[in-house]
């Protein structure tokens, strides 16, 4: 048994590299979305009155390229995730900054023109991780839902990068 115990950490290593293999050739990016002040309450669906809403802020501070849009869903009856499955607009519609938001990650999208005839579309997409319990919780009970929220500097490098279609 004793050279399968050794083999073992080899066949795992390979099948996680074979898994992700765009992990490792990833390169840092040069555009970087910021998110700040992300809080996002979900109503307690046995209640007949409690309402869901979504809030948060997206930076891109690149010379030239600056953009800052408020992502918004009011209070509504509807599930969060599935407003927001499709990508959703974020301030003025010009701007062409949009996000999706899952069970498990957020996704920040924009759109900008790189020269006269070229529009280019990036996005970056962030896991949540959501705790609750714990010194590091992030999701918060109260009696009417549950409070998912981030108040620091949440950065969004861009992975995704194609040419798009200006608004
Ligand atoms: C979202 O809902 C919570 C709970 O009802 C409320 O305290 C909060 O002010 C709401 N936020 C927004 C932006 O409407
Ligand atoms: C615009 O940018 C694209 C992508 O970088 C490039 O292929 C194209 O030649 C540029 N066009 C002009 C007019 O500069
Ligand atoms: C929520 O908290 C967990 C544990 O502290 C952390 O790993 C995760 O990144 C946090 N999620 C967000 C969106 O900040």
């Not at 499709?86 to 957020?106: H, I, M, P, Q």
């Amino acid at each position: 048994m004793k050279p399968l115990r050794t083999a073992l950490p080899t066949l795992l290593l390979a099948n996680l590299s074979l898994a992700a293999p765009h992990m490792r050739r990833q390169t840092p990016s040069a555009v970087i979305f910021t998110v700040t002040n992300f809080a996002a309450f979900f109503a307690d669906t046995t209640l007949e009155d409690a309402q869901s809403n979504l809030t948060f802020h997206v930076a891109d501070t690149r010379p030239g390229l600056e953009a800052e849009a408020d992502c918004v869903i009011p209070n509504t009856y509807f599930n969060l995730y599935a407003i927001s499955a499709l990508f959703d607009y974020c301030g003025a519609r010009a701007l062409d900054v949009s996000y999706r938001f899952t069970e498990t990650g957020l996704t920040v999208r924009r759109g900008w023109s790189v020269n006269g005839t070229t529009y280019m579309t990036g996005s970056g997409t962030q896991d949540t991780y959501w705790t609750e319990e714990g010194p590091g919780a992030n999701v918060t009970v109260h009696p009417n839902g549950k409070l998912y929220a981030r108040k620091e500097e949440w950065l969004f490098p861009v992975t995704r990068l194609q040419p798009g279609t200006p608004p």
